[in-house]
């Protein structure tokens, strides 16, 4: 049994494999990566604060002098030496998770006004964190890999058997934490966020596994 298989529900949409080129799988991971792509994009245009691996590339960039770019690629490449005890592979969906989300993000902010009311800015981001969430754990149900973070969170939910949400709140709140320690800004919708993307991700797994 994989990580994966541990964790996350099979689905009429899951891949036979990581590489999987089947319709149904691969337009579900389409769709779901643009979502959750859509969902980052609201958060930063409500302006109320990062995402937590944000303020922790803020950190670190305010720390080393490199671009807040470079520095979140340099985090992706550490979460990622952190698979392989974890014994996690790379898959189809790992690609395209670090393509999509930051293409639908772009997509986003270049054509979706930002909010000028805090009951606008409001709403943004509980749609951007139900968009998030959902768009999460669709693209996981697919099982053919997952993004740097997301691979983490899979690999430590089965390595020591403990719920989706626990883990993630958990990761969120300590990148949260390290990040504004380093200097990084956190805002409103960043603790929101740390708070609460977990368990959004946890209800929609549990409601696909009925």
Not at 35 to 43: E, K, R, T
Not at 175 to 179: F, H, M
């Given at each position: 049994m994989t990580a994966k298989q541990?964790?996350?529900?099979?689905?009429?949409?899951?891949?036979?494999?990581?590489?999987?080129l089947e319709w149904n799988s691969l337009q579900m991971l389409l769709f779901s990566l643009c979502?959750?792509?859509?969902?980052?994009?609201?958060?930063v245009l409500a302006n109320?604060?990062?995402?937590?691996?944000?303020?922790l590339s803020q950190g670190i960039s305010v720390q080393t002098g490199m671009s807040i770019g470079w520095a979140s690629f340099l985090i992706s490449v550490i979460v990622m030496l952190l698979w392989f005890p974890l014994r996690l592979k790379v898959g189809l969906g790992t690609i395209l998770n670090i393509i999509l989300i930051a293409f639908a993000l772009g997509l986003t902010v270049a054509f979706l006004p930002a909010p000028t009311t805090y009951w606008g800015k409001g709403t943004y981001i509980l749609?951007?964190?139900i968009a998030f969430g959902v768009?999460?754990?669709l693209y996981l149900t697919c099982h053919m890999g997952a993004g740097p973070r997301d691979g983490l969170m899979v690999g430590l939910c089965h390595r020591f058997q403990l719920k989706v949400g626990i883990v993630r709140t958990s990761l969120e709140v300590l990148?949260?934490?390290?990040?504004y320690l380093l200097g990084g800004t956190v805002g409103i919708s960043t603790l929101i966020f740390a708070l609460c993307i977990g368990w959004i991700v946890e209800i929609v797994?549990?409601?696909i596994k009925l």
């Open positions: 541990g964790v996350l529900p099979q689905t009429k949409w899951t891949a036979a494999h990581q590489w999987s979502l959750a792509g859509f969902g980052d994009g609201l958060l109320l604060g990062s995402s937590p691996w944000t303020v749609c951007g964190l768009g999460t754990a990148v949260c934490l390290l990040g797994l549990r409601v």
